[in-house]
């Protein structure tokens, strides 16, 4: 995958709000570049509500916020899921996740990272509600808009936007989840 001439292996995915989608797409979004052979990890950065560790049976594991505060490396945090699929639970809930981010060693964290992996995804809070998904923003390629159809107003889409363009993301791009099929609608042939 290419931006703007360049090659992206960091990836953020977020959304504007809650219950959009937004894990679930990176979730099935890894998986499908495991299946491609590329050597990916996938962090769960969502201190809020870290769905993904939860999915991945990871709840109290070593994970993020253990390899920035210095209590694991990443080589001990990391779960196998796959041959070319790695996880990163969140780790243990800090009581200020923005502080602990910011101020922490997160960019060091991505450069190990990317010598050992071809695709780093993380999986961030929605952007709207939480300054975390900014942060992770600003050291990522390209960022991941995930809007529900018929959910997600225009206005959180502009918002969302907004927020990441500020993080000096280099490239955004979006998928819209949720679309109701019909298949008369859509079955042009008439059979």
Do not use: H, W
């Amino acid at each position: 995958m290419r931006v703007n001439g360049q090659k992206v292996r960091s990836i953020l995915i977020t959304s504007a709000n809650k219950g959009e989608g937004k894990t679930f797409f990176c979730s099935n979004f890894a998986l499908t570049c495991s299946q491609f052979q590329q050597k990916t990890l996938v962090i769960d950065t969502d201190f809020y509500s870290p769905k993904m560790s939860r999915e991945n049976l990871a709840t109290g594991a070593e994970g993020l916020s253990n390899v920035l505060i210095g209590d694991a490396t990443l080589d001990e945090a990391v779960m196998p899921l796959n041959e070319y699929l790695d996880f990163l639970p969140v780790g243990v809930i800090p009581p200020n996740p923005l502080e602990l981010i910011k101020t922490q060693g997160l960019e060091d964290l991505l450069k190990e990272a990317l010598e050992k992996y071809e695709m780093v995804i993380f999986d961030c809070p929605p952007v709207n509600i939480f300054t975390d998904a900014r942060v992770f923003a600003s050291l990522c390629d390209l960022g991941i808009l995930v809007v529900s159809s018929g959910k997600t107003t225009e206005d959180d889409i502009l918002t969302a936007k907004n927020f990441l363009e500020k993080s000096e993301i280099k490239a955004i791009g979006t998928v819209l989840n949720n679309v109701k099929y019909n298949e008369k609608k859509y079955d042009y042939y008439g059979y």
